[in-house]
């Protein structure tokens, strides 16, 4: 079984377009994540989320929302997408511990491109 | 200067030990990680150290960590083609569960 999965694998798709990346995990975690890795394979976080708080990262355009239905799942959804938006994007997931390690497992990922 | 600093590039021959550098900035990193990714694919986790060991060995893999100097290691044993790979070192911080990446270190196995 897979533990952390992401569809679709591949998107290409127009500037302005709006498109949303799905993500599930079969793990039982509480904390959900994206993250995006560009060409350079520079990889940042955009947000992570659980039952109780959602934690942004500034620097993510507020094109970009996610969307989590519930606690195996965390979508993200962009608007008017932009050249700049190609990228690989990660949707991670973690148990909380009181030790504070916070291993995160990691989905194959979504290579999105924009034209 | 970032956060969490590597190399990025090394080549080793097969049969060879590999050791993979990185230094971070936030004397409250908690636990820190290395994770591999080969082309194509997502992240692996390989292996974690709390921020209070100096070492960790797991198989082919030891850690070590230099609080002191904020540098930690990660060193193959009898490297092999299929570690050809990118390495990328990450740490949390003290009450948040995000990871703050390095930008990786392709490894190069070659025959």
């Known amino acids: 079984d897979t533990a952390v999965s992401q569809t679709p694998k591949y998107l290409v798709t127009q500037m302005g377009n709006d498109k949303s990346i799905k993500c599930e995990q079969n793990l039982g975690h509480d904390t959900m994540y994206w993250y995006k890795q560009d060409s350079k394979k520079f990889l940042k976080i955009m947000f992570s989320y659980n039952n109780k708080e959602l934690i942004i990262n500034e620097t993510v355009p507020n094109r970009f929302s996610p969307k989590s239905p519930d606690k195996a799942h965390l979508n993200l959804h962009i608007n008017s997408l932009e050249l700049g938006d190609s990228a690989v994007y990660f949707c991670?997931?973690?148990?909380?511990?009181?030790?504070?390690?916070?291993?995160?497992?990691f989905g194959p990922g979504t290579r999105l491109t924009v034209t | 200067g970032e956060d969490v600093e590597q190399s990025l590039f090394l080549s080793v021959r097969e049969g060879d030990s590999s050791v993979i550098n990185c230094t971070y900035t936030d004397s409250s990193s908690t636990y820190l990680y290395w994770y591999k990714q080969e082309p194509g694919a997502g992240l692996q986790l390989l292996t974690y150290?709390?921020?209070?060991?100096d070492m960790k060995q797991d198989q082919r893999l030891t850690v070590l960590l230099n609080k002191k100097d904020k540098h930690l290691s990660l060193r193959i044993a009898d490297t092999q083609t299929g570690d050809s790979a990118i390495y990328f070192c990450a740490e949390t911080r003290s009450g948040y569960s995000t990871l703050t990446f390095g930008k990786g270190t392709m490894l190069l196995v070659s025959p």
């Open positions: 150290i709390f921020s209070n060991m």
């Open positions: 991670a997931s973690s148990q909380d511990q009181a030790s504070g390690n916070y291993e995160q497992y």
